[in-house]
């Protein structure tokens, strides 16, 4: 067998999985209920009328702000921007909410944005599981949701994106999404039964996928708008699991410049497996686009597979075309033979960070 494990050999994956990335993966339904309770709990002493918002992070715990992002464009009046780094935009000020969001909470470029959020008398509420980042924020009186720690910050998603939505609706920035909570922890935990270990490859699409990707390079195509936060978090969730590489990107912007690179070199777009995130709400001239862009360069690669998510509302949706993401990468790391949890080369960067 070329591959590590027999996917439907559930002890094989237990054993292959020592720090349980697929339970985490498991309990994110789970998750998502107990985030929505946290956050109910919080204490928002704010008055005034917030004109934007700014969510501050990194990584895992920056990909909360881009759902958030995607569900303001639907939903919000008012604009929602995401913030990777050590300062914030020079639009921000009192009318401003930022959540300054970090699992670990000791990830330096969100501690030095909290600061400048603080400087720029922004209102501020923190989302961490710990480290100085909470520490900051009980010093300074700053609204604190506290999440369990323990995990991966790229497996704690609910506990770190749903308290941004909470919050938002509190404030009255986001009309109240109980419907579409209630919509998505059911849609979770329907679409969990086909993508857990216990269910055969044959009826398991993150298991069929994986298999797609094996010794391929993975390019996620999501649409501005719907599925683009996912295919950024597909790429990001293979590169992290299964330490591969992997692209995203969104139409229409692709259609104007990346459909143009599929000519050349050969043996590189022959290993290009292309995955396009599709959704029922995309713009018609974009699903249009999909078929077009399919049609054109669909056999200048190795494949094309197109992945939909569940549910009745986008919330739903997108959350669970991402969850199949998450299992698909997970399996792909266990296909290779590598442990899905740890991220050396990120510890390792934060740590030679840390000594200069
Ligand atoms: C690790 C992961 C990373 C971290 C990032 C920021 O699982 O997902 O992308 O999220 O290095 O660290 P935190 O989330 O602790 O602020």
């Not at 917030?50 to 759902?67: E, P, R, W, Y």
């Not at 009192?94 to 944005?113: H, M, P, R």
């Not at 259609?255 to 290009?272: A, M, S």
């Not at 197109?306 to 993401?325: A, D, F, P, Q």
Request: glycine share 8%; charged share 25%.
């Amino acid at each position: 067998m070329k591959y590590s494990v027999d996917l439907d050999r559930e002890e094989d994956l237990k054993k292959a999985d020592p720090e349980k990335m697929l339970d985490a993966l498991a309990g994110l339904a789970d998750q998502c209920r107990r985030a929505v309770e946290l956050a109910g709990k919080v204490d928002l002493d704010f008055t005034g009328t917030f004109h934007n918002i700014v969510v501050t992070g990194l990584g895992g715990s920056a990909i909360g702000g881009d759902f958030l992002r995607v569900l303001a464009g639907e939903k919000m009046n008012v604009p929602v921007a995401v913030n990777r780094s050590y300062t914030l935009p020079c639009y921000v000020n009192k009318e401003s909410l930022v959540f300054a969001v970090s699992y670990s909470g000791n990830t330096e470029e969100t501690l030095s944005a909290y600061e400048d959020a603080k400087m720029k008398g922004a209102a501020i509420t923190v989302i961490t599981g710990g480290g100085k980042l909470a520490e900051k924020a009980r010093q300074d009186g700053v609204p604190l949701i506290s999440v369990p720690s323990g995990l991966q910050p790229r497996a704690a998603t609910g506990y770190l994106f749903l308290p941004m939505v909470i919050v938002a609706a509190e404030l009255g920035l986001i009309p109240d999404p109980k419907e579409d909570l209630a919509d998505l922890i059911r849609s979770l935990e329907e679409i969990q039964k086909r993508l857990t270990p216990k269910t055969g490859e044959k009826e398991n699409p993150a298991k069929q996928l994986a298999k797609l990707f094996y010794e391929k390079i993975p390019v996620i195509w999501g649409a501005s708008g719907t599925t683009e936060t996912a295919a950024m978090r597909w790429k990001g969730q293979i590169n992290e699991n299964s330490k591969a590489p992997a692209y995203f990107n969104v139409l229409p912007e692709l259609n104007h410049n990346e459909i143009v690179g599929t000519e050349v070199p050969g043996d590189i777009l022959e290993k290009v497996e292309l995955v396009f995130l599709r959704d029922w709400e995309d713009h018609p001239r974009v699903a249009k686009r999909f078929e077009i862009t399919k049609e054109i360069i669909g056999d200048r690669v190795s494949g094309v597979t197109e992945v939909w998510g569940e549910g009745n509302c986008l919330l739903s949706r997108m959350m669970t075309v991402t969850y199949i993401g998450d299992y698909t990468s997970a399996y792909l790391a266990l296909l290779y033979g590598i442990d899905p949890s740890p991220v050396k080369l990120i510890t390792l960067l934060k740590n030679k960070l840390a000594e200069v």
